[in-house]
C-alpha cells in the first residue's frame, strides 16, 4: 500500500496564530491526534500534537488558562498562548507515493501517530496510526471486490483471487498476467500479503 492509498484528503489544518485553547478544541472535536499548522499561503510551517498541547501546563483550577510555566505570575490574566508557541517545527513528512509500511516504521520508531503528507510544501493528506489500524481490518469481501476490479480494468479476467484474512491468492493467466496481477493486488488497502496459489478456484 502507498499512503495515497489510504490517507485522509479532507486535512483540517490551524494558522500559528490560532489560540492554543483552537488547537485542543479542533482535536477534540474531529477525534485526531495532530494539526498540520500552516500559514497563510497554506505552506505548511510546524504540526501541533496532542502532546504539544499536553506539554503545556494546565493549572488545577479548570477555569485557568493553558501555559508552560508553572511559576508565571498570577497577578491579573494570563497572555493567551499561541500554537506558534508549542508547535513542532521539524515535522516528518511523506509523499503519496511513499510505502506505508517503511511509513509506519518511522511512526512506530519516532512516536509519533500522524504525519503530513505533501506535494512540496503543500499538504495534501494526512496518514495517522488510525488509518492504517482501518485499512487493516478491512473484510476480505471487501478486499477481494478491490483486488477483481483492478484485475477486470487491467484485462486480466482470466485471473482469480480468493482472499484469507487479508492474504490474496492468484491463480489463473499467463506467468507475465500472474506478474502484473501480483503488482495490483499489493497495492490494494488492507493486503496483508499477495501470492499465485494453484489450487485457487472460479
Not at 490517507?7 to 491526534?33: C, F, K, N, S
Not at 511559576?71 to 491579573?76: H, L, Q, R, S, V
Amino acid at each position: 500500500m502507498l499512503a495515497a492509498d489510504i490517507m485522509t484528503t479532507t486535512v483540517a489544518t490551524i494558522r500559528p496564530t490560532a489560540r492554543v485553547e483552537d488547537a485542543l478544541h479542533e482535536l477534540g472535536e474531529r477525534g485526531i491526534t495532530a494539526l498540520p499548522v500552516v500559514d497563510d499561503d497554506g505552506r505548511l510551517v510546524g504540526i501541533v500534537s496532542e502532546e504539544d498541547l499536553l506539554a503545556d501546563d494546565i493549572v488545577p483550577d479548570p477555569r485557568s488558562t493553558l501555559r508552560r510555566d508553572r511559576e508565571a505570575a498570577t497577578d491579573g490574566p494570563a497572555a493567551a498562548r499561541r500554537v506558534a508557541d508549542v508547535m513542532t517545527r521539524l515535522v516528518i513528512t511523506a509523499r503519496p507515493n511513499q510505502d506505508v509500511a517503511r511509513l509506519v516504521g518511522t511512526m512506530l520508531a519516532r512516536g509519533i501517530h500522524s504525519v503530513p503528507i505533501v506535494m512540496g510544501t503543500r499538504v495534501v493528506g494526512m496518514l495517522s496510526r488510525s488509518d492504517v489500524v482501518d485499512a487493516l481490518a478491512r473484510s476480505d469481501e471487501r478486499i477481494a471486490a478491490d483486488v477483481t476490479g483492478l484485475l477486470r480494468g487491467a484485462g486480466l479476467e482470466q485471473c482469480r483471487c480468493v482472499v484469507l484474512g487479508g492474504s490474496v491468492r492468484l491463480a489463473g493467466g499467463s506467468a507475465a498476467d500472474l506478474r502484473l496481477a501480483l503488482a495490483l493486488a499489493r497495492t490494494v488497502a488492507g493486503v496483508r500479503s499477495v501470492m499465485v496459489h494453484p489450487a485457487v478456484s472460479s
